[in-house]
């Protein structure tokens, strides 16, 4: 959603639900072909339109729902500088 990559030890704003918190990209564990569905675990970034999993460090908890059986517990996480959302999840 940026032109900037997300990575490792990036500094963050998570908007969940109705809270806002602070996170910390621990780690970025892989990315994902869309075409192949291969996981690429040697990347250490994701880019724009990149889907992949990250690992947070949250200083609020989430709650966690399937997306199947509740799509409205989402994440939007922002880039606190900009005020540009990076992600979502």
Request: charged content about 25%; glycine content about 6%; overall charge positive.
């Amino acid at each position: 959603m940026t032109t900037e990559p997300l990575r490792p030890r990036q500094k963050l704003a998570i908007k969940h639900t109705t809270r806002l918190g602070r996170a910390l990209i621990k780690d970025v564990q892989y990315r994902l072909d869309v075409n192949s569905l291969h996981r690429d675990q040697e990347t250490k970034e994701l880019g724009l339109n990149e889907i992949g999993r990250v690992q947070l460090r949250t200083t609020v908890p989430l709650l966690c729902d399937p997306y199947s059986k509740n799509c409205t517990t989402n994440s939007v996480i922002i880039d606190e500088t900009t005020g540009v959302t990076v992600g979502t999840g």
